[in-house]
């Protein structure tokens, strides 16, 4: 079978933006969208696996970290440890991964006069890492000193707190950072080679049917999509399905709960957490842009503008976070003052009133309709983003939308449904939070 080229699939793009887009299927069955711009410098290209800590083996947390890690080290075609950010970093670029819940990601840029061959060493990850035994016990190390950076940040400390407050029988309750403890004193206790696991988990997850290419390039279509093909048709598939685990993270035992924490960095912060239902799963509808533009609204009569001429806060912030298409969570942060901190008592009461408000009250078209129109004009007049940024924020939803919508994601919800975003509400209640 030779590459499909979906002619009749039309993906919805800015009216201003002049790139030219294309959606390809490799005989591989991955998954490419290819991005023509003649007035880029940099070129880029960002690679999606649809697998991510959540698939870590019991007893070896940390393993899709570490082999995020591996990769980066050297390959069959190109053995010299480090080659492949070497050739970047000198041609004008930067290169970078990150591993997630469900999701691992891999992205760079470079010089656009270069970019074939630094896609080359990149295609290699895919096709032929080394995963040598000496790299293997230098970068447990290097992962274990990342985890200890991580412990001095509270952006990384509250997260994981979250997660180890919820069901141990959920994935999501996992530590995906891994340290040395996790990566080699437990494994060695249980007989576990951790090399032998870590090719066990690259040869069984990473699989072209489970990935998704951005590629973002200075020429025309039709050569990107040779270059594509040369490069990646080759990615093994094994057709394996994507992993999905059902069911919530926090039981009821894991709500209605109040947890004080110490933390790193100066200041009051109060979070307030719901389980809700995923917004992905209604994204045209939008719930969480109205509810996020409500409760986290600054003008006259808000919340906010209430706590702050109290003294009790510094900012507020409502948004949906660490959502997947299993779960999710909407969370309030608000900042507060020495003297807030003495009322948090009366703080979370005023949130809750005004939760109460907005679920007696109903809810508005007008509101929606003005949140849509905004999100539509943010849409079709947005900046250009660095070629980077633009193709992992594309590559890292490829799996989660439509192609139509790939550009679009979740960003203009045009879909009024007031029954949706009630019922999202009606999920922001006291004996649901923590
Ligand atoms: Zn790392």
């Not at 290169?95 to 270069?114: I, K, Q, R």
């Not at 040779?226 to 894991?254: A, L, M, W």
Request: proline fraction near 5%; hydrophobic fraction near 35%.
């Amino acid at each position: 079978m030779a590459t499909e080229v979906e002619v009749e699939v039309e993906i919805v793009k800015p009216h201003t933006d002049k790139r030219e887009y294309r959606r390809i299927v490799l005989k591989n069955s991955l998954e490419v969208l290819l991005i023509s711009d003649p007035d880029t410098d940099k070129s880029a290209a960002s690679m999606n696996v649809g697998v991510g800590y959540s698939s870590d083996p019991v007893g070896l947390e940390g393993l899709a970290h570490f082999l995020e890690h591996m990769l980066f080290y050297a390959s069959e075609k190109y053995p010299m440890e480090g080659s492949y950010s070497k050739y970047i970093l000198e041609n004008g670029g930067q290169y970078n991964a990150c591993t997630s819940y469900e999701h691992t990601n891999y992205h760079f840029e470079v010089n656009s006069d270069c970019f074939e061959e630094a896609l080359d060493r990149f295609a290699q990850f895919f096709l032929g890492p080394l995963l040598s035994a000496d790299a293997t016990m230098r970068e447990i190390k290097a992962v274990d000193s990342e985890n200890e950076k991580n412990l001095l940040s509270d952006g990384w400390r509250m997260p994981q707190l979250q997660k180890h407050l919820s069901d141990e029988k959920h994935p999501y309750h996992k530590f995906g950072t891994g340290n040395w403890e996790t990566l080699e004193v437990q494994p060695k206790a249980k007989g576990l080679d951790t090399r032998h696991e870590l090719i066990k988990f690259y040869e069984e997850n990473y699989s072209a049917n489970l990935m998704h290419l951005v590629i973002y390039a200075k020429e025309n279509l039709n050569a990107i999509q040779s270059i594509v093909e040369h490069k990646f048709q080759e990615i093994r598939s094994n057709n394996r399905d994507y992993i999905s685990f059902p069911g919530q993270p926090c039981t009821s035992k894991h709500l209605q709960i109040l947890v004080k924490a110490v933390p790193i960095e100066q200041g009051h912060k109060l979070r307030i957490v719901w389980p809700i239902t995923p917004s992905i799963l209604h994204y045209k509808e939008g719930p969480c842009y109205y509810l996020s533009h409500l409760i986290g609204h600054e003008g006259e009569g808000s919340l906010f503008s209430i706590l702050k001429s109290l003294g009790w806060a510094i900012s507020l912030y409502a948004n949906e976070e660490g959502w997947n298409r299993e779960f999710s969570f909407f969370k309030v942060t608000i900042d507060l003052t020495d003297d807030g901190h003495e009322h948090m008592k009366d703080v979370v009461a005023l949130l809750f009133k005004y939760i109460h408000l907005l679920q007696e009250s109903g809810v508005r078209k007008w509101i929606f309709d003005e949140l849509a129109s905004i999100c539509e004009t943010n849409f079709h007049y947005q900046d250009k983003i660095s070629p980077i940024y633009y193709a992992i924020q594309i590559a890292s939803n490829m799996q989660l939308y439509p192609p139509k919508d790939w550009l679009v994601q979740s960003s203009m919800p045009s879909k009024f449904n007031p029954s949706i975003i009630h019922s999202v509400i009606n999920q922001l209640s006291p004996t649901n939070a923590r």
